[in-house]
C-alpha cells in the first residue's frame, strides 16, 4: 500500500515574543507550508488524473469494440435466463456415490471471472475489481472486500491458499505505479506482506515503454513470502503466455511452476481485419513451423496450450523448461486436489480443446478431461499425426513424444460423447480419502444435438473408463461458463 508522510521543520533565531505573537508567526508559517503541501497534492492528482486519461486513449486507439451476431454454433456462450425455481435433478446413468459430499454448486456468470473461499467466506472477483463477497445459498452480494481497508486495486482471480496456514495469497496488478502489488491475507482477514510466491509476468499486461520498446520476454519473478520488492528474483524464460498455473511448490533449491503455456493469448483476438474463424482454426492446430502466409502469420499452434514446467533454481538463477504433454492435445483449465496447493503432488486435470470444434465455431469448446500423472513417464507408442485431421482427438490411447522437451508424462482422458462439451471443471476429494486422487472430477456438459446441461462426476482413479455417473436437470440449458472451484470444508462445492 502506497503511504507519504511530510515532516515540517521550523527553522529560526529565538526572540522573547509575546505567546500571541508566537503563536501568529507559527500559523503564518503552517499556512505557507499546508498551501504547498496542498498544491503538490493536486498537482500529483492532476498527474495521475492525465496517466489514467492517457491509458484510456490508448485502449479506445488499439481497441475496437463490434457486436457480432453469434452463429448457432456460439450459443451456448450467450446469457441465460434467470432459472427461478428449485429444480428436481434426476440421474439419468449410474449412481451419484454415498459418500459424494452433498452441497451446493455455483456457477461464475459474465459478470465475474471466478468464485473464491476464505475465512468461511464466498467471492465473486474479476480481475478489474475488488472481490464482492456472496451468500453462498441466495447468491446475492453482501459487500465490497477492501480487506479493512488495507487494498485499493484490483484483486487477482487466482489467489492462492499458502500450504499449513490458510493464508490467501493475492497480487494486484494495475497500468500505474505500482504496477504490481502482492501480500497475504491471514485467515482473520488481516493484511499481511512454505518460502516464495512466484509471479507471471507475461506480455498480456499493460506497460507503455515495454510497447514502446517492443516487448521484452515473459519473465517469473520469484521472491520470499514475506519479503520486500528487493527481495524479487527474475529469471528469464522463453516467451510465452501461460494464463493459468496449475501448482507451484518448492523441491530443494527449485521452485517448480507447472501450467498450461501457449505461444500468444487468446483473450486479445484476431488484429482488425482478419477473419476470427480462420485465426482460431490456425492458432489450434498442432504446433508447426509453416512459410508465412496472406495473413502475415508465420505459424501455427500459436494457441495451442500444453503443460509445461518450470524449474526455477533459487540460488544459481538458472532455469530449467519442459514441455509434459507435448503437442498433440490443447489443454487449459487445470485443477488439482487443494489439499496439494503450494506442495509437491502426483497429479493434475485439465480440460482438453476440441480443435475442430473450436476452430468452426470460433470458440473454445473442450470434449474431454485429462489426467496427468507427474511422477510416471508416458510409454504408449506415438499416435499417426495429421495437422489438418485427427480422426480421434481424444483417445485414451493417443499420445505423443517430444524429443525436443525430453521424456513426456503419462496423460489419461477421459472423452465425452460427440457434440458434447464440458464447462470449467473441478476436483471433489473424497471424505477420509487416503490418495491423492481419491476423489470426482465434477463438471457441466452441454448437449449441443438436444440442449440441454448435464453433471458429470468421474471417479478420478478410474478416469479412462467409459463408466461415469451423470445427472440431467431436464430441458434446462446453463451457458458455458471457465472458471470452477471446490469447497469441501464447509460441505459446499460450487461450479
Known amino acids: 500500500m502506497a503511504s507519504f508522510s511530510f515532516a515540517l521543520q521550523v527553522n529560526g533565531l529565538f526572540h522573547n515574543h509575546s505567546i500571541s505573537h508566537s503563536f501568529d ?28 486519461k492517457m491509458l484510456d486513449a490508448f485502449v479506445d486507439s488499439a481497441f475496437q469494440f463490434v457486436s457480432q451476431t453469434l452463429p448457432p454454433s456460439q450459443k451456448n456462450f450467450t446469457p441465460v435466463e434467470e ?89 494486484g496488478i494495475d497500468g500505474q505505479k505500482p504496477f504490481i502489488v502482492g501480500g497475504v491475507i491471514s485467515v482473520i482477514l488481516r493484511f499481511d506482506s512454505v518460502m516464495y510466491n512466484v509471479i507471471v509476468d507475461c506480455p498480456l499486461t499493460v506497460d507503455m515503454n515495454r510497447l514502446v520498446a517492443g516487448g521484452p520476454l515473459c519473465k517469473d519473478w520469484g521472491h520470499a513470502r514475506y519479503g520486500n520488492a528487493d527481495s524479487v528474483k ?95 492435445f490443447s489443454m487449459e483449465f487445470p ?15 485439465t480440460q482438453v480443446l476440441d480443435s475442430m470444434a473450436s476452430s468452426s465455431c470460433g470458440m473454445t469448446k473442450y470434449g474431454g478431461l485429462a489426467k496427468l500423472y507427474f511422477e510416471e513417464q508416458d510409454k504408449t507408442l506415438p499416435a499417426v499425426r495429421s495437422s489438418s485431421r485427427i480422426k480421434h482427438p481424444l483417445s ?34 473424497k471424505q477420509g480419502g487416503v490418495e491423492e486422487d481419491d476423489g470426482w472430477i465434477i463438471s457441466f456438459v452441454h448437449n449441443e444435438d438436444y440442449n440441454i446441461s448435464q453433471v458429470h462426476i468421474i471417479d478420478a482413479r478410474k478416469f479412462d473408463s467409459c463408466k461415469n455417473y451423470t445427472a440431467s436437470k ?16 464447509l460441505d459446499v462445492h460450487y461450479l
Open 25 to 52: 508567526h507559527l500559523k503564518t508559517l503552517l499556512s505557507s507550508t499546508v498551501k504547498k503541501i496542498s498544491l503538490r497534492t493536486d498537482i500529483a492528482k492532476t498527474l495521475k488524473n492525465t496517466s489514467n
Open 83 to 171: 432459472i427461478g425455481e428449485a429444480v428436481q435433478v434426476v440421474c439419468i446413468e449410474g449412481i451419484i456415490p454415498v459418500d459424494f459430499q452433498a452441497g451446493v454448486y455455483i456457477r461464475n456468470g459474465n459478470s465475474s471471472t471466478s468464485i473464491f473461499e476464505h475465512s468461511g467466506k464466498f467471492y465473486a472477483i474479476a480481475e478489474n475489481h475488488l472481490p464482492q463477497e456472496i451468500d453462498i445459498f441466495t447468491l446475492e452480494t453482501l459487500e465490497e472486500s477492501d480487506v479493512n481497508g488495507a487494498w485499493d486495486r484490483p484483486f487477482t482471480s487466482h489467489p492462492k491458499k499458502a500450504p499449513g496456514t490458510g493464508e490467501l495469497v493475492i497480487i
Open 234 to 328: 527474475w529469471f528469464d524464460i522463453e516467451a510465452n503466455c501461460t494464463l493459468h498455473i496449475l501448482n507451484s511448490f518448492e523441491d530443494g533449491n527449485e521452485v517448480v511452476v507447472r501450467g498450461c503455456r501457449a505461444l500468444e493469448s487468446i483473450i486479445s483476438g484476431p488484429d482488425q481485419g482478419l477473419n476470427k474463424f480462420e485465426w482460431f482454426s490456425m492458432g489450434f492446430k498442432p504446433i508447426e513451423i509453416s512459410n508465412k502466409n496472406s495473413n502475415g502469420f508465420t505459424r501455427e499452434g500459436f494457441l495451442f496450450a500444453r503443460v509445461y514446467e518450470w524449474r526455477l533454481n533459487m540460488e544459481t538463477g538458472e532455469v530449467k523448461e519442459r514441455n509434459l504433454t507435448g503437442t498433440y
Open 335 to 349: 485443477t488439482i486436489n487443494e489439499d496439494f496447493t503450494g506442495v509437491k503432488h502426483k497429479y493434475g486435470y
Open 396 to 429: 485414451p490411447s493417443t499420445s505423443l513424444r517430444d524429443g525436443k522437451k525430453g521424456q513426456l508424462i503419462k496423460v489419461e482422458y477421459h472423452r465425452f460423447e460427440e457434440n458434447n462439451f464440458c464447462s470449467g471443471s473441478a476436483f471433489v476429494p
Open 474 to 489: 431436464g430441458a434446462i440449458w446453463l451457458s458455458w461458463n471457465l472458471h470452477t472451484n471446490a469447497q469441501t470444508s
